[in-house]
């Protein structure tokens, strides 16, 4: 799988209600709107701006707070290609990946992107490439991959059981 596109940056510990505003939680339900709302109290720019494939650059702690699915699948319905961070709290890169969000821990990338450049994230070869070089981050396994590639762990399921 080979992802490029601009990258928006952000700093540590970026959290779930900055991702997709908890006020919205339990009244916004349709996919558009979902979408709309994202990182609006971060960057209220991102959601009219984003493009399919856009890469999102975080630093430590990419996605602590609440377990909140919106704050994965926001990022999702905008047609984000891949989150990269430094690193991520456990619930959020689980939502992630189970919406499929490709979610990559790789520091040295992190540090090297600059905002808006255009990255490419090639998952063959397990690089993520920017202006400043390539690097290497962590083989994700083949079952990960599938449930991104499938665009989600429900549907990853459907597949593998063969449920129409």
Known sequence: MHITGRAWKYGDNINTDVLFPGKYTYTVTE????????LEDLDP??????????VIVGGRNFGCGSSREQAATCLVYNGVGA???????????RNA???GLLAIV??????????GETVT????????RCVA???AFPPLSASVMGIV????????????????
């Open 31 to 38: 996919r558009a709107e979902i979408a709309r709302h994202a």
């Open 45 to 54: 720019v991102f959601a009219a701006n984003v493009q399919p494939g856009d």
């Open 133 to 135: 070089g390539e690097f």
């Open 83 to 93: 989150v990269i961070a430094a690193s991520f709290s456990r619930i959020f890169y």
């Open 97 to 99: 990946l189970n919406n």
């Open 121 to 128: 994230v090639d998952t063959e070869r397990h690089v993520i």
């Open 149 to 164: 590639e499938a665009g989600g762990l429900v549907a990853y399921v459907k597949r593998k059981l063969a449920v129409p």
């Open 106 to 115: 790789c520091p040295a990338a992190v540090e090297a992107i600059q905002p």
